[in-house]
């Protein structure tokens, strides 16, 4: 075991060091100036570095990671075997896990010959209810949360999805409104498109024989989505990423935690394998920016025009927007909450523990090819006042911030 450990070590320093020794002098800044992508993380990280526990950044360009950094603790002591953050550890991306989804769906879309304009309903579990409307959205109204759904949602597990979709849509006329059970949908139609063998319920099934089928199909499905996206969409952007699974597996995991610290013992936030596809991927940085990179200067996952139809139409994102300082971007956030942070609906739950601690994830693409995926496992404060904002405020403003003066800094 010693010896296994040792040798896991030396071939992360190798791999730690041939990304940090190559080039990081690159051609990004405005009519093709020379910046350094590692001016970039210092423009960054003297914004972040003593405001949150802990985050870590890898910063890529034009499909090649460039710099890489990380800032305070991925555990601390309360939980026993405490860490400082390194670029490796693994943490729940939250809703960053929409767009590998979204890659995966239009990956088995491309491959049936089908597009996004192409109806949903046929490819949901044969036995469910359709309530009204259900049989006009198509996939790429999901993708771009214009179901009809609004923001009705009981949860993304199978029976509550199920429910959802019997009672059909809320609004006909399809506004969009963000819900994480438009990809937690995702789920089935992956599974049925790619041909996966799912349980089918016998004819006349009484009600434990539908509760045990029901129970046996959503794991199945689950598993199914898992496997995909392992073999066509993580599998194919970096060593090592075909294992991956939307659940903690390191003996003593990353944890997310409350800051200012508080002594508590910090959280993962468990399994999420059944409620999988609108979250759950347990990721480092360097697999996001892995993947990231891999989907849009690769055509490993999907042809560019949709991994561009991806950005452009925020399928898969949520922002399609441009810096203070008029650098276009598209971004996808991911984040669980640290505190109830609603005055008016949480009342006296106000600033209280919601989870035990808080994560804030983001894939983001600047027009001028640069990429940025991060992770920070706490709220950060800089200038929120935590009596009024309890669960801070976000990261991703800083880092556009840095970005902007690091995109100014460029040599004529």
Same mark, same amino acid.
């Given at each position: 075991?010693?010896?296994?450990t040792?040798?896991?070590?030396?071939?992360?320093?190798?791999?730690?060091?041939a990304?940090?020794?190559?080039?990081?002098?690159?051609?990004?800044?405005? #009519?093709?100036?020379?910046?350094?992508?590692?001016?970039? !993380?210092?423009?960054?990280?003297?914004?972040?570095?003593?405001?949150?526990?802990?985050?870590?950044?890898?910063?890529?360009?034009?499909?090649?990671?460039?710099?890489?950094?990380?800032?305070?603790?991925?555990?601390?002591?309360?939980?026993?075997?405490?860490?400082?953050?390194?670029?490796?550890?693994?943490?729940?991306?939250?809703?960053?896990?929409k767009?590998?989804?979204?890659?995966?769906?239009?990956?088995?879309?491309?491959a049936?010959q089908?597009?996004?304009?192409?109806?949903?309903?046929?490819?949901?579990?044969?036995? =469910?209810?359709?309530?009204?409307?259900?049989?006009?959205?198509?996939?790429?109204?999901?993708?771009?949360?214009?179901?009809?759904?609004?923001?009705?949602?009981?949860?993304?597990?199978?029976?509550?999805?199920?429910?959802?979709? &019997?009672?059909?849509?809320? *609004?006909s &006329?399809?506004?969009?409104?963000?819900?994480?059970?438009?990809?937690?949908?995702?789920?089935?139609?992956?599974?049925?498109?790619? *041909?996966?063998? !799912?349980?089918?319920?016998?004819?006349?099934?009484?009600?434990?024989?539908?509760?045990?089928?029901?129970?046996?199909?959503?794991?199945e499905?689950?598993?199914?989505?898992? *496997?995909?996206?392992?073999?066509?969409?993580?599998? !194919?952007?970096?060593?090592?990423?075909?294992?991956?699974?939307?659940?903690?597996?390191?003996?003593?995991?990353?944890?997310?935690?409350?800051?200012?610290?508080?002594?508590?013992?910090?959280? #993962?936030?468990?399994?999420?394998?059944?409620t999988?596809?609108?979250?759950? =991927?347990?990721?480092?940085? !360097?697999?996001?920016?892995?993947?990231?990179?891999?989907?849009?200067?690769?055509?490993?996952?999907?042809?560019k025009?949709?991994?561009?139809?991806?950005?452009? %139409?925020?399928?898969?994102?949520?922002?399609?927007?441009?810096?203070?300082?008029?650098?276009?971007?598209?971004?996808?956030?991911?984040?669980?909450?640290?505190?109830?942070?609603?005055?008016?609906? *949480?009342?006296?739950?106000?600033?209280?523990?919601?989870?035990?601690?808080?994560?804030? #994830?983001?894939?983001?693409?600047?027009?001028?090819?640069?990429?940025?995926?991060?992770?920070?496992? #706490?709220?950060?404060?800089?200038?929120?006042?935590?009596?009024?904002?309890?669960?801070?405020?976000?990261?991703?403003?800083?880092?556009?911030?840095?970005?902007? %003066?690091?995109?100014?800094?460029a040599?004529?």
């Amino acid at each position: 075991m010693k010896q296994q450990t040792t040798l896991l070590l030396a071939i992360l320093a190798i791999f730690v060091f041939a990304l940090i020794s190559c080039d990081k002098t690159v051609e990004v800044g405005p #009519s093709g100036s020379t910046l350094n992508t590692d001016d970039l !993380v210092k423009a960054i990280s003297k914004r972040l570095d003593g405001n949150c526990v802990g985050y870590q950044l890898v910063v890529s360009v034009n499909g090649s990671q460039k710099s890489i950094y990380a800032y305070g603790d991925a555990r601390l002591s309360q939980d026993g075997n405490p860490r400082a953050m390194f670029v490796n550890d693994k943490y729940n991306i939250a809703s960053c896990s929409k767009t590998i989804t979204a890659a995966a769906l239009l990956r088995t879309l491309n491959a049936k010959q089908k597009t996004v304009d192409d109806l949903i309903h046929s490819y949901l579990p044969a036995h =469910w209810t359709l309530g009204t409307g259900i049989k006009t959205i198509t996939f790429k109204q999901l993708l771009t949360h214009q179901s009809g759904f609004v923001d009705k949602s009981y949860g993304s597990d199978y029976g509550s999805l199920k429910k959802l979709v &019997s009672e059909g849509l809320v *609004d006909s &006329s399809k506004p969009e409104t963000y819900n994480n059970a438009n990809y937690a949908l995702m789920r089935f139609l992956i599974a049925t498109l790619a *041909d996966y063998s !799912v349980t089918k319920l016998p004819a006349n099934a009484n009600s434990t024989t539908l509760a045990t089928v029901e129970n046996k199909q959503a794991q199945e499905y689950a598993d199914a989505y898992i *496997d995909y996206c392992q073999k066509n969409v993580l599998g !194919v952007s970096g060593s090592g990423m075909s294992t991956i699974v939307c659940k903690p597996t390191d003996p003593n995991p990353a944890l997310c935690y409350q800051f200012p610290k508080d002594n508590g013992k910090g959280d #993962s936030f468990g399994d999420m394998t059944l409620t999988n596809a609108e979250r759950g =991927w347990n990721m480092t940085s !360097v697999q996001m920016a892995a993947f990231m990179s891999t989907l849009h200067y690769t055509e490993k996952i999907i042809p560019k025009s949709l991994s561009d139809m991806m950005k452009n %139409e925020r399928a898969g994102y949520d922002f399609r927007n441009k810096t203070a300082g008029g650098i276009a971007y598209y971004a996808k956030n991911g984040g669980y909450p640290g505190k109830f942070a609603d005055k008016a609906k *949480d009342g006296a739950n106000f600033g209280k523990n919601y989870n035990a601690g808080q994560l804030e #994830s983001w894939l983001i693409g600047f027009d001028n090819n640069v990429q940025i995926a991060f992770i920070a496992n #706490s709220q950060v404060f800089i200038t929120a006042n935590k009596n009024d904002s309890p669960n801070g405020e976000l990261a991703f403003n800083s880092i556009l911030a840095g970005f902007d %003066e690091w995109y100014k800094s460029a040599k004529k």
